[in-house]
Nanobody, 116 residues
Framework: QVQLVESGGGLVQPGGSLRLSCAAS????????MSWHRQAPGKERELVAT????????NYVDSVKARFTVSRDNAKNTVYLQMNSLKPDDTAVYYC?????????WGQGTQVTVSS
């Protein structure tokens, strides 16, 4: 079965950095694009970053562009989100997503809190 497990979240101060990981299993990871989403309390879930199957192309929502970097290691079936210069507005639960055969699969999420 498809499984996505996020890790790496935590509490950081503004301006700090955090690296999230998403370990995938149950499907041919290297054949699919992956994405990161986040959801803050009281807000809708938003797309943060996407990466193509080979990692050759990435896209970011404007609010994180130049601060976040999505990457993947297909040999490890893992996608990463490096987050730098974190702001309080980045506080949210971050989710890993895989779209397989028109179905979306999600991890359990990992909490990122940016606060002094």
């Amino acid at each position: 079965q498809v499984q996505l497990v996020e890790s790496g979240g935590g509490l950081v101060q503004p301006g700090g950095s955090l690296r999230l990981s998403c370990a995938a299993s149950g499907f041919s990871f290297s054949m699919y694009a992956m994405s990161w989403h986040r959801q803050a309390p009281g807000k809708e879930r938003e797309l943060v970053a996407t990466i193509t199957s080979a990692g050759s192309s990435t896209n970011y929502v404007d609010s994180v562009k130049a601060r976040f970097t999505v990457s993947r290691d297909n040999a490890k079936n893992t996608v990463y989100l490096q987050m730098n210069s974190l702001k309080p507005d980045d506080t949210a639960v971050y989710y890993c997503n895989a779209r397989l055969d028109r179905l979306n699969y999600w991890g359990q999420g990992t909490q990122v809190t940016v606060s002094s």
